[in-house]
């Protein structure tokens, strides 16, 4: 075979390209293998484990900036963690409903009595409040505040009133949220209305006398009486007098039993004498009304207020008593029974129809209003008995029936 010079050539350079090749590729594992030692260390950069991580001195600067990044992080995490255990526990005890909204109306928060007040779940978060609300009202004011107004409306929810008030939350001159605040104002409202019954009662009940003295004062002013007749309406005058003054005494009790009555001072009272003194105060009125009344039981001493203890038992003889028949009795007991003292005033009377014994310590309130003016007093004493007895931390219990009579106990 003969070569040429070519053959010689490529002969030859077939063991350097297969060298060559051989060696390119072993550079190349080479290469790979310690750029993987040089990349691993910035491949294992991270905050969560900046401080565990073993690099050359050339990635030091870079560590150390994510060791202090991370040292920051953690500490506002903290911060924000301690920000929000707060917050949830300010407004987990709000007996107020709290919502917060993002600007697309979706809830961010809402504390457990907004979810009681709304009757909704606490997974709501994230929804639209407009979606998930079933009150109009709520979903009214969460526009307006979304688009930027402060607004406030009332809501009756659950036989329950509420004051209902949303307002905006404003990032510069842009809406970023809304606040949602839900109040409980069953007890202000039933307060105002009691204040408005009672002002209109008083106005009643004082005019009532004054008109009568009124008129009497201008006959005998203008010489019409007959002088035989001047002792009666005398009487009249006197009477009427008599029933302003126990009014106003009666106002100024309870005034004073509502701002509770602090300057009074408590001693050991014994409601068994309690009941004898003011059984003889009565007698007279037992006796003119023909009705018995007595007094059995044993000694009960209680820590009390005198005054109070004996308004108690005054204006419910006084009451039983009045709302009697000739030939009833009043029977006024007083008794131990556990670690408790109990009074109980019971009577044969006219009695209290169910649906009226929750208001029978009303102000002013009457069972029989027809015959109010013949049975007098001013229709506060068993509201007194009851702030009265408020003040003791003693219970009232009613058991009564019309044409029956009623009993009514109070445990000290």
Known sequence: MQYTPLTLILGMLQPVIIIAL??????????SRMSKR?????NELSLDNADRIETYPELEPLTDKLRSQQHQLREQETELRRRRDEFEAATGNMTEGLVLLNEQGNVLSINRSATHILDISRYCIGKDIRAVSAVPQLRELAEKALGGEHCEAH??????SYRLYASPVTSGDKVSG??????DTTEKEQA????REFSANVSHELKSPLHTISGCAELLANGIVKPEDVPHFLSQIQSEAKR????IEDIIKLSHLDEGAEDMQREDVDLLAVARRQADNLSQAAESAEVSLSVSGESAVVNGIPQLLDAIVHNLCENAIKYNRPGGFVKVNVRREGGSALLTVEDNGIGIPPEQQERIFERFYRVDKSHSKEVGGTGLGLSIVKHAAALHNAKINVVSAPGKGTVITISF
């Open 38 to 42: 040089i990349v691993k260390p910035l």
């Open 244 to 247: 302003m003054i126990a009014l």
């Open 155 to 160: 809501a009756c929810l659950g036989g329950v």
């Open 22 to 31: 051989l060696a390119l590729l072993l550079s190349l594992f080479l290469a």
């Open 192 to 195: 105002e209305q009691l204040r």
């Open 178 to 183: 809304a606040v949602l605040l839900m109040l």
